[in-house]
């Protein structure tokens, strides 16, 4: 609780604590508070969230790299909305071997390089933290909002795998977010494949809107969408939906998009 009243219970920082699943805080009672809310349904959810789109992301690095011509650059594979970096570090640390040593075509010795995109310059220096621990070499930070019209200036093009999870949800306008996709489309090759995550319900979204801090000011109000206005946005910008996946209450959803 200390660190999403700090931080916003939408930040990097108190996603990457749920993910982590180890309850903190002050003496017994604290760590015992901290054990009911890591336990809330919604927080369970986001950790099946996690593991399947970790799984997929893995899964469409793998693919880009059994196709990439021999002595050509490294699977570029970027997250869009970072946070900590936890999810897209730890697909490059178990699609490889998880080496600080660069190849010949510029990434880890697994032939993938990330780049981690969030306007939360405190989520990505937890991040470098995390690679280093990992033994990640390949890894760039580059501070910026996806949702801003310059925000992937600082991205290199040539991105194999996207991974946008927990990013668009927070965002109301449909428009902003076919526009970020676009922009980010433009970073893609066709058949570039985008991992990305979709909200439909919330059992504790009036909750959150009314007393929960968000790291962008105000409260954290989100927005819910059906699977099929998210596969209409994505469609708008450029990619095919393919492959969908939802937790067992259907709190959150993983979808699979090509890039047309």
């Known amino acids: 609780m200390r660190l999403g009243l700090e931080t916003g219970f939408d930040s990097g920082l108190s996603l990457d604590h749920a993910y982590a699943n180890r309850a903190a805080g002050r003496g017994v009672v604290g760590k015992a ?23 997929w992301t893995a899964e469409a690095v793998r693919a880009a790299a059994a196709r990439r011509p021999r002595g050509s650059d490294a699977v570029h594979l970027l997250d869009g909305g970072a946070g900590c970096g936890r999810m897209a570090l730890s697909v490059a640390a178990s699609v490889g071997r998880a080496t600080p040593e660069h190849d010949e075509r510029g990434g880890n010795a697994c032939g993938v390089r990330v780049t981690l995109l969030d306007e939360d310059s405190a989520g990505l220096a937890r991040a470098r933290t995390l690679a280093e ?25 040539g991105v194999a795998v996207a991974l946008t999870s927990g990013l668009y949800e927070w965002c109301p306008d449909d428009a902003s ?9 433009e970073r893609m090759p066709p058949g570039g494949v985008l991992i990305y995550t979709g909200h439909p319900w919330h059992p504790q979204a ?11 000011g105000g409260t954290c109000t989100m927005r819910r ?7 209409a946005l994505v469609a708008e910008a450029g990619f095919v939906t393919q492959r969908r996946a939802a937790d067992r209450r259907r709190i959150f959803t993983v979808s699979w998009a090509r890039r047309a």
């Open 33 to 55: 508070l901290d054990r009911i809310y890591l336990s809330a349904p919604a927080w369970r959810a986001v950790r099946w969230r996690r593991a399947q789109a970790e799984a």
């Open 133 to 157: 621990a990992m033994g990640l070499g390949a890894v760039a930070y580059v501070v910026g909002d996806a949702l801003a019209a310059g925000g992937f200036a600082g991205v290199d093009g």
């Open 177 to 185: 977010v076919v526009a970020s996709l676009r922009r980010l489309a």
């Open 206 to 216: 009036a909750l959150m809107a009314r007393w929960l801090p968000s790291r962008r």
């Open 225 to 231: 969408r059906s699977r099929a206005a998210w596969e």
